[in-house]
């Protein structure tokens, strides 16, 4: 009986310790910034302009794509990982593929930001920012409001506090306490300090959304982002992607051709 005390106790202890680490160290579970030096050049097959906001202490970096005769402009918050050194490959083909200008952001500490991520509202300012310059080079011109993976709880957000055309979520979560419950199910969601609900978010918007998810995606479930969409009560477009995962769908049949016919409707 002793023994088994003993295990008890151990168990517990490797449960506070790995609660108090995810809670206190929640950024390292959740961001994967690359950073790149203040002179790294771009290449991308498309020209790109670099721009810099400057959001509470951190110059934040940004890429701006311009497409002749662009109809609009797409405001894109990307992934956990990288930096635009590679997303910015992706920006380049919407640019291509759709006809739109669009506009990228690295988030604090990615890439050539400055500074680093140290609450969810930092996150919502530097969308705020990016959004507000978008609109103003692009007068006039229909925006859309596109959030990938992590970006979509950004995207959502910010969707319920402007005017857009379009909102298109890919590879979303419900939020991420619901992301931290799949991981972590012994984690309490009361410890979850960055909460980015799309799920709460989404009560809030009337504009025509399109999800788009994979499902073979191995990092956020399915079902998270079709439980997303089948809650929303506004005008909105699921494409299922058979077979595809949560990093490749750009390179799916079916990928593109739903975006553009989205953009097209609204």
Request: glycine share 8%; aromatic share 14%; charged share 20%.
């Amino acid at each position: 009986m002793i023994w088994l005390w003993a295990l008890l106790r151990i168990f517990l202890v490797v449960i506070v310790v790995a609660t108090a680490a995810i809670y206190f160290f929640q950024e390292r579970v959740i961001f994967y910034p690359y950073k790149l030096p203040a002179d790294f050049k771009f290449n991308f097959k498309n020209p790109s302009t670099e721009k810099i906001l400057k959001v509470g202490k951190s110059d934040i970096h940004s890429l701006y794509f311009e497409a002749k005769d662009a109809p609009g402009v797409i405001v894109y918050f990307h992934g956990n990982a990288g930096s635009l050194e590679g997303w910015g490959e992706l920006a380049s083909d919407f640019v291509d593929q759709t006809g739109w200008n669009i506009w990228m952001v690295d988030y604090p500490g990615y890439g050539k930001s400055t500074g680093h991520i140290t609450s969810e509202a930092q996150l919502h300012e530097v969308a705020d920012a990016v959004f507000a310059e978008a609109v103003k080079l692009n007068p006039g011109k229909k925006v859309v409001i596109y959030g990938r993976s992590l970006g979509s709880g950004i995207a959502s957000s910010l969707a319920t506090k402007t005017t857009i055309d379009g909102l298109v979520l890919e590879t979303p979560f419900y939020n991420v306490e619901a992301m931290a419950k799949n991981i972590f199910p012994f984690v309490p969601g009361f410890l979850v300090r960055y909460k980015l609900a799309s799920n709460e978010s989404m009560k809030s918007i009337k504009v025509p959304v399109l999800v788009i998810h994979g499902t073979a995606d191995e990092i956020v479930p399915f079902a998270q982002g079709k439980k997303l969409y089948d809650e929303y009560q506004g005008p909105k477009t699921f494409m299922e992607i058979q077979g595809g995962d949560h990093n490749n769908l750009d390179s799916m049949d079916k990928f593109w051709p739903a975006v553009k016919q989205f953009l097209k409707s609204i």
